[in-house]
Every structure is written in structure tokens, then in C-alpha cells.
Nanobody, 130 residues
């Protein structure tokens, strides 16, 4: 059974930075993608960023391009999301996701994740407020 342990959320002022981590265990996929969705109050969950192995694409939502950076450590089976220049609209619960195969290069959706045997973390709260 896949287990995802998330860390790094919290409260930060606008313009600040946070780094999310997601450590995965319990799976034996030959190749996998790891990333984050987020859900703001009253809104649907949206794909934020996803990273494939070295052969596949990396996805960023338009709203975070140039501010967020995703990376992975395959030895530790861990993903990282560096979030800079945070804005109040980045506030929400961030969910780590792992799935087979590659990220979508264009629209990384829950349907994409579901069709690739995705697993979800419990979520970590990110609040951007002064």
C-alpha cells in the first residue's frame, strides 16, 4: 500500500517562501510521477505541479509558473515543491500525489491521476496572509 508523508506547510506572509516535501513508500513502480494538487476554500481541487522521471514532462499550472519549482530525489522517493513569492491566492490545502507513468504536459487533472493508479496524501495547509 502506497504511503505518502507530507511536510512543510504553514503560515507565511505574502512574498514569502515555503518548501513542501512528500516522502513516498510502499510501491514498486518502474517509473512514476510525483506532484501536488491544491484546494482553496470553496474551490475545486487543481493540479499545481508534477514531475516525471528524466524522460517525461514537468507540469506547472499557469498561476504558479516562474514562482514554484518542483524536484525529486529518486533514491529517497521524495518530491519537493519550492514555493516562492507566495500570494494570498496560493492559500489552500496541498495534496501530494504519486501515480504511474508521466505527468501531463498540458492539463494535469484528477482524471489523469485516477487513470494512472494515483495515490493521495492527507494534505498540508498553506496559508499566505499578513
Amino acid at each position: 500500500q502506497v504511503q505518502l508523508v507530507e511536510s512543510g506547510g504553514g503560515l507565511v506572509q505574502p512574498g514569502g517562501s515555503l518548501r513542501l516535501s512528500c516522502a513516498a513508500s510502499g510501491f514498486t513502480m518502474d517509473y512514476y510521477a510525483i506532484g501536488w494538487f491544491r484546494q482553496a476554500p470553496g474551490k475545486e481541487r487543481e493540479g499545481v505541479s508534477c514531475i516525471s522521471n528524466s524522460l517525461g514532462p514537468t507540469f506547472y499550472a499557469d498561476s504558479v509558473k516562474g514562482r514554484f519549482s518542483i524536484s525529486r530525489d529518486d533514491d529517497k522517493i521524495t518530491g519537493y515543491l519550492q514555493m516562492n513569492s507566495l500570494k494570498p491566492e496560493d492559500t489552500g490545502v496541498y495534496y501530494c500525489v504519486v501515480h504511474r507513468g508521466y505527468c501531463s504536459a498540458y492539463v494535469w487533472s484528477e482524471g489523469w491521476v485516477r487513470s494512472r493508479s494515483g495515490s493521495w496524501g492527507q494534505g498540508t495547509q498553506v496559508t499566505v496572509s499578513s
